[in-house]
Structures are given as structure tokens and as C-alpha cells.
T-cell receptor, first 114, second 116 residues
Framework: NAGVTQTPKFRVLKTGQSMTLLCAQD?????MYWYRQDPGMGLRLIHY???????AKGEVPDGYNVSRLKKQNFLLGLESAAPSQTSVYFC?????????????FGPGTRLTVT | AQSVTQLDSQVPVFEEAPVELRCNYS??????LFWYVQYPNQGLQLLLK??????LVKGINGFEAEFNKSQTSFHLRKPSVHISDTAEYFC??????????????FGRGTQLTVWP
């Protein structure tokens, strides 16, 4: 049982390049989330999904897109990377059957945009 | 919506000393409260959570937290810390009802450093 995994672990992009971050969970969770973590800012929600085929904006969605084509996967895309998107990205998932909606986190992806 | 304030960005303590990490929240609805820990270069791990019932919640690694509704606080405590407790700690809140159900709002984090 791997829990929540993220691919890749590290990436360096040039300004204007695009990339996709992949999140996968094997816990059959309905809800999935993408956060970014910046020093002194805590974690901020980018986008989230309450089920296959559905997505919604979080606090800081600009410059990102997401897709949830399969229940176990949640993709985060950067169409044209900017230095302001240099951050550590975390994916999380939670179960609709858990009344507390406790979130389980992946190990993170460290992205640098030059 | 909910919000969280962690009152200290850094807390240095000596090994075996007690520690308290402070967290205050703001919400117009009833809430669930969480403390997560992040060790260097790792993801977040749940320490403990308050859903309802007893206001004193015990978590992993000897940590506990007390929910105080009148003061809208959820402070984290440990009576005797170890060097291995050095990490960043995040307080988070979610709404127990309504449209915000399931969404977590995080504080900015408190870096706990334990010195020998």
C-alpha cells in the first residue's frame, strides 16, 4: 500500500516551459488536492477534486490547470511556467467515508523555474 | 471561510524541556482541527485531530492538544521534547458542516528546533 505518490520528485524548468505533475493514490479516496508550500506561507490550496471528472479552484489557482480522468490520479499542469511558481508542490487525498476528511499527503515535488 | 494563525514562527527549546506551540483559528461554523508535522524534505504527517467530544486530544509521539472554543485556540503541547521532534508543525482547520467540508486551511507553520 503506497498511499499517495508524486512524480517527479524534482524538476527544473525554464520560464515559459510547460510540465505536468502526477499524483496517484491507492486508497480509493474520492477527494484529492494540490497544494503549494512556500517559506513562511504554510500550504495553500491550488485546486481540488471531489470525484472523477470534477475539479474546483482553491485559493491560488492562477497559472495552473488540473484534470481527474481516473479516480486514483490527479494531474497538475503548468502551461507556461513562471519564476513565481518555484515552490514545493504537495498532493493529498481524503475519503468521503471518513467523517473528519483527514488528508493524506504525498512526499512532494520540488519545482524550480529559472 | 476559516483561517488559522500560528503565533510563533520559530520555537527553540532544549532537549527534555516542555514545549507549547500556539494556534488560534477563526470560523463562523463549527470546526475540525488538526496538527500536522513535517520533517525535513518530507510530506506532512498527521499528529492529532479534534472532531468532537473531549477537548484534550492525544496524538502520536507524546503530543497532545487542547481545544478551547471560547478562546478559539488549539495549542499543541509536549511535556518533554527530544531532538527527533525538530520539525515544522502546521495547525489546520476545516469546516464541520457546509460547503467548506473537507477543505483544509493551514497556518503558516512553526519551526520547532530542539537543542541538546
Amino acid at each position: 500500500n503506497a498511499g499517495v505518490t508524486q512524480t517527479p520528485k524534482f524538476r527544473v524548468l525554464k520560464t515559459g516551459q510547460s510540465m505536468t505533475l502526477l499524483c496517484a493514490q491507492d486508497m480509493n479516496h474520492e477527494y484529492m488536492y494540490w497544494y503549494r508550500q512556500d517559506p513562511g506561507m504554510g500550504l495553500r490550496l491550488i485546486h481540488y477534486s471531489v470525484g472523477e471528472g470534477t475539479t474546483a479552484k482553491g485559493e491560488v489557482p492562477d497559472g495552473y490547470n488540473v484534470s481527474r480522468l481516473k479516480k486514483q490520479n490527479f494531474l497538475l499542469g503548468l502551461e507556461s511556467a513562471a519564476p513565481s511558481q518555484t515552490s514545493v508542490y504537495f498532493c493529498a487525498s481524503s475519503s468521503a467515508r471518513d467523517s473528519s476528511y483527514e488528508q493524506y499527503f504525498g512526499p512532494g515535488t520540488r519545482l524550480t523555474v529559472t | 471561510a476559516q483561517s488559522v494563525t500560528q503565533l510563533d514562527s520559530q520555537v527553540p527549546v532544549f532537549e527534555e524541556a516542555p514545549v507549547e506551540l500556539r494556534c488560534n483559528y477563526s470560523s463562523s461554523v463549527s470546526v475540525y482541527l488538526f496538527w500536522y508535522v513535517q520533517y525535513p524534505n518530507q510530506g506532512l504527517q498527521l499528529l492529532l485531530k479534534y472532531l468532537s467530544g473531549s477537548t484534550l486530544v492525544k496524538g502520536i509521539n507524546g503530543f497532545e492538544a487542547e481545544f478551547n472554543k471560547s478562546q478559539t485556540s488549539f495549542h499543541l503541547r509536549k511535556p518533554s521534547v527530544h531532538i527527533s521532534d525538530t520539525a515544522e508543525y502546521f495547525c489546520a482547520v476545516s469546516g464541520a458542516k457546509g460547503s467548506t467540508l473537507g477543505r483544509l486551511y493551514f497556518g503558516r507553520g512553526t519551526q520547532l528546533t530542539v537543542w541538546p
